[in-house]
């Protein structure tokens, strides 16, 4: 008997040395793992842009900034809503009265120092132009104002979380008394371990014949939550129990609670874990832990007990039930009164909060990750602020949704094949063309039904998207004559057979219809193929191949005929990049989804800087420009100003030979947006750029183009603008039933024909 005990107590001291160890060895692992960060983009508003000063509003309040007077010190996070009077006041400035209001407000990170010289406001018309954008004091007008960049998600290794890690001082003590109550009554008693509550449990479970209660003490709890793992064994009970009593040795009662309360599991939102108070009371509440009431923190230590089974969005009379219950508890230790118990208990659950682009913002941190592997940087750890607009990547995602939804319901044939269990899918880029940086990227309709990123990885036919390079490779040739090419130079549009290497090719126009002899921009903007064929041909396929690679395309071109109306596969973020040269009139923009990351130092690790360098003839790229401007206007394009987006904008539908994939990249001085839809089986689907893709384009672009100016393009110098008459178009045949009676175009000055 002697011998047994020796051996259990030397068994029992073995254990707890290689326990202490364990928990040491763990607890300085655990202790040094810095969460990855993802930031969206801050909200940004600009001059001459049309909001309303109640959503600026709702994005300041998103991000829990509180409201102040007009005449109030602000403080970061503060803002105001002042009346013309009030705001003329506030700026010291005089305003007209078409000017309505002004919101102002500081940034949460601005330093309280900086607080007098870092209030941003916008002032907002009648009619909802944001008219003056100040910023001061002394207020001096700028062109923009930004909110905070609000952070988007964050993960530990590849595991997706939300956690806002909150010191002891941020609990209101009526949340710590609530949870105490309902999980750990003698918290503050218990070395780790509380026999009373282990044979109250028992007791409680034999007597009902299931298991009603647990033992667990708030130090089990977070044994089991942060050193071990979920299996439930004797050996990792054993454990359980004496790692809770060497962490009471090693650290205090408010030391124990302020982890547990940051590392509880409290939910699930989407497919990132809510895990800690900090974080909870901004996804149930939308509040700060600090500003939570009885009703709130009650409500919280309800759901610790099983987030799932007390989900006040999805299990609202569960969760009411089990708030009860913990107001009972905290009034039967005296936290409480029997009044403010029945006010808490009246007060109605919190409502499910909208978290905007969840569907797809997934697909925007795939390519985040993407760049930086590419750039050899181990994402671990560091705050990443990436380019995401979070506003612009939800409208975006219910754009597409919408329209392939319609298709599917009212398509006789996309509906046929949805009902063999084809799903039509698509994808959307937006890139700003002054910075290089991408704001949306919509990689399908649903990131957890499909995670393959189309935006990034889907590599597809893109039919007459190529056609623009054929007339850019024009304008900066001659002809065979000589002359140099413009957008007026007159082209074949004819049936014709090209031989080539013991082949024949001969491509047809959509309906094979043709149209004579016609002028450059006319073929283009009706997509003509017999035309821009017959002219990739005569300026050289492998000078169309050079023009198109020097624009920002990176997949390989092969020199045959076809490869002039786009019978190659080509990324849609080379179509991006590519399109958005032609937006800054020749000038390659270096692309980039972060603008800026920190290591866990805080040290600047990557920082985007827009570097543009001239990569195509700014004259000749104005020109094509001006000629894609008729796509929109009265092209393949022209259902985007019938159906009302009538910022200037230029751009080309693509839809490929067989129908597989429709096409729209279209851009203005501010943006460039690329559509695709089209079957991921490669299936066709019979439909056009024009139908397929131009009624996404258009949807996204009413709600956030007009953010910017209705500015059309800035023309380079060497420049001159031309307007055709409707005499000169019909003398081009160029002339129509529903083409305009005026054409506006952009030629090199040096090339302007005679008469003009």
């Known amino acids: ?29 655990k202790k040094f793992i810095v969460p990855t960060e993802f930031y969206a983009a801050p909200p940004t508003f600009y001059s001459h842009s049309v909001i309303k000063i109640s959503d600026i509003e709702k994005q300041l309040l998103r991000q829990n900034y509180r409201r102040r007077d007009y005449d109030q010190r602000l403080l970061p996070g503060d803002y105001f809503i002042a009346n ?11 305003l007209n009265e078409n000017q309505d209001g002004c919101i102002g407000w500081v940034t949460m990170e601005t330093p309280t120092r900086d607080v007098d010289s870092s209030i941003q406001v916008v002032v907002v018309q009648k009619d909802q132009l944001v008219s003056q954008i100040f910023k001061g004091a002394p207020f001096v007008e700028v062109p923009e104002a930004l909110a905070e960049a609000p952070l988007l998600a964050q993960y530990i290794g590849n595991e997706p979380l939300m956690q806002k890690t909150v010191t002891l001082s941020d609990v209101p003590p009526m949340c710590s008394n609530a949870i105490m109550s309902i999980e750990d009554a003698q918290f503050l008693e218990h070395g780790g371990v509380s026999i009373k509550g282990i044979f109250r449990a028992l007791v409680k ?4 014949g299931r298991k009603a209660q647990g033992g667990s003490t708030i130090t089990q709890q977070l044994v089991k939550n942060y050193f071990l793992t979920s299996e439930r064994t004797l050996k990792r009970k054993f454990n359980e129990f004496i790692m809770s009593i060497l962490l009471e040795s090693r650290f205090s009662k408010d030391e124990i609670l302020e982890t547990y309360l940051n590392v509880i599991y409290m939910g699930q939102n989407g497919a990132f874990q809510v895990r800690g108070y900090g974080s909870a009371a901004r996804y149930y509440f939308g509040k700060e832990l600090m500003d939570l009431n009885l009703s709130e923190c009650s409500l919280l230590a309800a759901i610790v007990n099983s987030p799932g089974l007390f989900n006040p969005f999805k299990k609202p009379v569960n969760a009411e039930r089990r708030r009860h219950l913990v107001l009972e508890k905290m009034k039967e230790f005296e936290y409480i009164t029997q009044a403010q118990a029945e006010e808490a208990d009246k007060t109605p659950l919190p409502s499910e909060p909208r978290t905007l682009a969840s569907e797809t913002a997934p697909y925007y941190l795939d390519a985040v990750r993407k760049q930086l592997q590419s750039q050899g940087l181990n994402p671990d750890g560091l705050k990443i602020y990436t380019a995401l607009d979070l506003e612009a990547q939800e409208v975006a995602q219910e754009s597409l949704r919408n329209h392939l939804d319609q298709l599917e319901k009212n398509n006789k044939y996309i509906s046929g094949l949805k009902a063999k269990g084809n799903s039509l899918e698509g994808s959307i880029l937006v890139g700003n063309n002054k910075t290089g940086l991408v704001s949306v990227v919509v990689g399908g309709r649903n990131y957890r039904m499909t995670q393959f990123n189309r935006a990034i990885d889907g590599h597809r036919q893109i039919g007459s998207i190529m056609k623009p390079f054929v007339y850019l490779t024009a304008l900066i040739n001659d002809t065979d004559e000589g002359a140099p090419y413009t957008p007026i130079t007159l082209l074949n549009d004819e049936k014709f057979t090209y031989k080539y290497e013991g082949q024949a090719w001969s491509p047809d126009n959509y309906g094979k219809k043709y149209f004579g002899t016609v002028p450059m921009f006319y073929a283009l903007k009706n997509s003509l193929n017999a035309a821009t064929a017959s002219l990739g041909i005569k300026v050289g396929l492998g000078n169309v191949i050079d023009i198109t690679h020097a624009a920002g395309v990176t997949s390989e071109l092969k020199s045959f005929p076809a490869m002039t109306l786009g019978a190659f596969e080509m990324y849609p973020r080379e179509v991006l990049q590519s399109y958005m040269t032609f937006a800054n009139m020749g000038k390659k923009q270096n692309m980039s989804f972060i603008r800026r990351a920190l290591n866990s130092d805080g040290q600047e690790v990557f920082i985007h800087q827009p570097s543009p360098e001239q990569a195509v003839d700014a004259a000749a790229t104005a020109s094509l420009v001006s000629m894609m401007k008729q796509t929109v206007l009265s092209g393949t394009a022209r259902s985007i100003t019938l159906n009302g987006f009538f910022n200037p904008a230029a751009g080309k539908t693509g839809t490929t030979s067989d129908n597989r994939d429709a096409w729209f990249s279209g851009f203005t001085p501010y943006l460039t947006t690329v559509v695709w839809v089209g079957y991921d089986n490669n299936l066709p689907h019979k439909l056009t750029g024009s139908n397929g893709a131009v009624p996404v384009w258009t949807q996204f672009m009413k709600k956030i183009g007009i953010r910017f100016p209705a500015d059309d393009f800035a023309w380079p110098e060497n420049t001159k603008k031309v307007l055709l008459d409707q005499k000169t178009l019909e003398g081009l045949n160029a002339f129509r039933e529903n083409d305009p009676s005026q054409v506006e175009l952009i030629f090199d000055e040096a090339k302007v024909p005679s008469g003009f």
Not at 84 to 94: D, I, M, P
């Open 205 to 208: 479970n034999i007597t009902t």
């Open 84 to 94: 013309r009077e009030q705001c003329a006041s506030r700026l010291q400035v005089g």
């Open 1 to 29: 008997m002697t011998l047994v005990i020796i051996c259990g107590l030397g068994i029992a001291g073995y254990s707890y040395f290689a326990l202490e160890k364990e928990l040491t060895a763990k607890l300085e692992s």
